[in-house]
């Protein structure tokens, strides 16, 4: 069964004017069918404006569908019996680290979490002292959240979510206001709980960098998805990517450039070492 | 210069009044400032006297940490003095400078007041220096529990408390930001007199406004996404337990006050006072 699953999903909401009134309606997601299968790593792209955030907020059932459906787990989002069970088991990780964590204590804050959900105050601290072990947090777990860098708060977030024990993760553009060194580190310790608790994560993001080791990517553009497929074969489409505002990553834009050149190199290039080897191939020859 | 503000002071240290549970020090600095005005005799006041140092002691916070807080209430206390003093007739009259007297009884209120105001706040910020606020929030919480039969809303209450507090270095820090760049951008905050510098405020207070909404409107999602329901079938990661400590700081207290009482019932001030 499906982890995550969109049927035709639609989601629309009121456009105003000045005053309030209603003027008309406006299309944030356009028809999206999505499959995540569990234990999977997928990652959604899109430009400012592409509905991919509006999307990650349908998983966790923070909106819910003006038409088509969303599965989660097997519940569809818009049963209101359902809500805690669908937020439980996906989880959320939100773009600006300051305004999701709620405990002035680090330990505080990823218990948050357990708290509400009432499990009991003994499993509570084992959860919260894996949790933060596994996103390498344990020896702040006494400090203050405000004294953290910004990629050491996102890990906490993530913690909080794992000491749910979610089936899945959707990350919201984790890492857009991170340095790049938190940029690798929050990346990096995704990368890791997906292998050590073979969580399903779903990775919304600009950053072509961060994708390259998605198992699925999907480029959306005014609410649809308009490109999915493996990162090989995304990355294969340089002039449509382009076209709809996305970058590719370095090492794929130097090995397409290269081959307009006239040099011989397969499309969808990913790493720089991958790039390197096909290059020492080339001058072998 | 926005830094400077503490809110909360709280003393960090390891000492047996700082281990207490929160419900202890609230409930039993409330008694303490009962004490206070329930007597009013040297050996009462002698009493309280060295209950509250013998506290203080045992806290571990320095007293001139908690002497500093008195700074604030120096204009009333003053005041307060100066009114008694002057003001309250009978008894022998000790001093007669033009229209001043100074009666025995004047005196007396007045030194009592002082000693009555300075051991009130004595004693109520030496809870805060012991208790951080979230632990003080989870004591009020649990204390005013009872009320959740009459539909007050305690868990709500005590919930945007501690987020409050969580959120007052970010806006200061945020607030300091804002100045930044208002002055870069040419604002003059420091010149002018008081209503020009308060109009000037305003281009700093509404940018930090709209991003303190957004701020609370990101956060509120991210409670609802981390299934966050309100009180119910809630359970606590850091339960608050009475132990023994807090059973005996109880019963030394309430000892505390026995004897107050008795003092103030049985022992008539005259005897102690010239």
């Known amino acids: 069964m499906e982890m995550v699953q969109a049927k035709e999903l639609i989601y629309e909401y009121e456009k105003r004017d000045e005053e309030g009134n209603v003027i008309g309606m406006s299309r944030a997601i356009d028809g999206v069918d999505l499959d995540v299968l569990p234990g999977q790593f997928v990652a959604i792209l899109g430009h400012n404006g592409s509905g991919k955030s509006t999307l990650a907020k349908q998983i966790n059932a923070i909106l819910v569908p003006s038409g088509g459906t969303m599965w989660v787990d097997g519940r569809d989002t818009r049963d209101p019996d359902e809500l805690w069970n669908v937020r439980q088991s996906a989880g959320m990780v939100f773009q600006n680290p300051d305004n999701q964590i709620i405990g002035t204590v680090v330990e505080e804050d990823v218990g948050f979490g357990p708290e509400n959900l009432g499990v009991p105050t003994d499993e509570i601290w084992t959860r919260v002292e894996e949790s933060l072990k596994a996103v390498g947090m344990i020896e702040y777990r006494s400090h203050s959240p405000n004294k953290l860098s910004g990629g050491q708060k996102q890990r906490v977030a993530i913690a909080g979510v794992i000491a749910m024990e979610p089936k899945c993760i959707v990350l919201d553009e984790p890492t857009a206001m991170l340095d790049p060194n938190g940029r690798k580190d929050v990346i990096r310790t995704v990368q890791e709980l997906r292998k050590k608790k073979q969580v399903t994560v779903i990775l919304i993001t600009h950053y072509m960098e961060e994708v390259i080791d998605a198992d699925r990517v999907y480029v959306m553009d005014h609410g649809r998805v308009v490109m999915d497929g493996t990162p090989r074969e995304i990355f294969s489409r340089v002039e449509e990517l382009k076209q709809y505002g996305m970058d590719v990553p370095q090492a794929t834009m130097l090995a397409e450039e290269l081959r307009k050149r006239g040099l011989d190199l397969p499309r969808g290039i990913l790493h720089s070492e991958e790039l390197v080897e096909h290059i020492m191939a080339l001058k072998k020859r | ?274």
Not at chain 2, 2 to 28: E, F, M, N, W
Not at chain 2, 75 to 92: A, D, E, S, W
Not at chain 2, 254 to 262: P, S, T
């Open chain 2, 1 to 274: 210069m926005i830094r400077d503000i503490t809110i909360g002071q709280y003393y960090p240290a390891d000492s047996v009044i700082h281990r207490l549970d929160p419900r202890v020090k609230i409930v039993c600095t409330l008694l303490f400032l009962i004490s206070l005005f329930v007597q009013n005799s040297l050996l009462g006041y002698a009493i309280a006297t060295v209950f509250l140092f013998w506290v203080i002691h045992a806290s571990k916070v320095p007293l001139k940490f908690i002497l500093r807080g008195l700074k604030a209430i120096v204009i009333i206390l003053m005041f307060t003095v100066v009114m008694n003093l002057f003001l309250t007739t009978g008894g022998k009259e000790l001093v007669h400078i033009g229209f001043l007297h100074i009666y025995e009884k004047g005196l007396r209120t007045s030194v009592f007041m002082a000693v009555r105001l300075i051991y009130l706040i004595m004693g109520s910020s030496l809870m805060t220096f012991t208790t951080t606020p979230n632990a003080l929030t989870d004591g009020i919480e649990k204390l005013l529990h009872p009320l959740n039969k009459l539909h007050v809303p305690v868990h709500e209450v005590a919930m945007m408390m501690s987020i409050a507090l969580r959120f007052i270095p970010i806006l200061l820090e945020e607030t300091d930001k804002i100045m930044k760049a208002q002055i870069a951008r040419g604002a003059d905050l420091e010149s002018g007199n008081i209503i020009q510098r308060t109009k000037a405020m305003v281009p700093i207070l509404v940018p930090l406004f709209v991003s303190a909404f957004r701020r609370a409107n990101d956060l509120a999602m991210a409670m609802e996404a981390r299934c966050y329901n309100g009180g119910e079938g809630r359970t606590k990661m850091k339960p608050l337990v009475y132990r023994k400590r807090d059973r005996a700081a109880y019963g030394i207290t309430i000892l505390y006050m026995v004897v107050i009482v008795l003092v103030g019932r049985f022992v008539p001030f005259q005897i102690w006072i010239f």
